[in-house]
């Protein structure tokens, strides 16, 4: 099997999901990127290399969840993994609700193809993001890692689809210190919810792809939800208190993903910040994954 000899390249966005109401369908790609390069080695050597985000916390084998989204892809191709010096230059937080296990799953995904010279014959955008899902279990962070701009997934029988929006949109990212892992947060919502709390989301969500792609004035109601970010209080009170604080004085603020990092729709919110935690100023990015 031949593969591209040449270093190969691929920027992949951080993403924020549910944007409050959507839970596990709305998400948007923000302009902030881990960039992984991989380069074939003769033999079967793994050399995995990580700077940035997770540094000193991520397997440095296998077990990296890239190498592992990359075998997936390497296996859906037929083809055997070659051996690959991988390189992470990593810039998004990790288990802070930004989409980082998204990004690193639709990157890995990507780059294998991109080595293959026959990659986008043998594994199209749909079958890429069908993996990305399989791998990650829920498809809003990846629909957006792998199509960027404003997404609405879905599944309908465990087959995933997307439609992706064209919006751009400032956002504010009130990132913490400390870290709640997606799992952890998942498993503080209730089996079972209200029909009331359902009816009220399903008018939310709707009212926020209005929002976004023609009426910024209705961000703030837009962005109410009833289904997870109150369960998920008690692991994240203090994004809670600001989120609540926020919305109170009129900013269209969610938590982001599953937490506990904040988000709001705007710029020049820096004050909002509680001590200790990192601003990010950033906009919706309009980019998937891509090859550079
Ligand atoms: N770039 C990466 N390389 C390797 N592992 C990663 C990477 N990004 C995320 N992960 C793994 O995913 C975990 C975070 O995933 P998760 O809890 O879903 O939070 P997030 O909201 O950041 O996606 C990390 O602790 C790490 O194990
Ligand atoms: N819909 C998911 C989104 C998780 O996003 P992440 O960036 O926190 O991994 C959920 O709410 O669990």
Known sequence: MRFVEAPVTVQVPASSANLGPGYDSLGLALAVHDELTAEVL??????????????????RDEEHLVVQAMDAAFSLMGVPRPGLTLRCTNRIPH???????????VGGIV??????????ELLGDGAAYQLANDIEGHPDNVAAAMFGGVTIA?????VVDVQRLDVSAPVTLFVPQDAVATHVARGLLPVQVPHADAAANAARAALLVAA?????ARLLPATEDRLHQGYRAPAMPDSHKLL?????????????GAGPTVLAFGHGLADWAPAGWTVVETEVASRGATVV
């Open 42 to 59: 003769p033999g079967e050597e793994l050399r995995v290399e990580v700077s940035g985000e997770g540094e000193g916390d991520v397997p």
């Open 212 to 216: 976004l792609l023609v009426d910024p």
């Open 95 to 105: 288990a802070r609700g930004m989409g980082s296990s998204s990004a690193a799953i």
């Open 154 to 158: 879905w599944t309908q029988a465990a």
């Open 111 to 120: 780059l294998a193809r991109a080595l293959v010279p026959a990659g986008t």
């Open 244 to 256: 609540r604080q926020m919305r109170v004085e009129g900013v269209p603020a969610v938590i982001s």
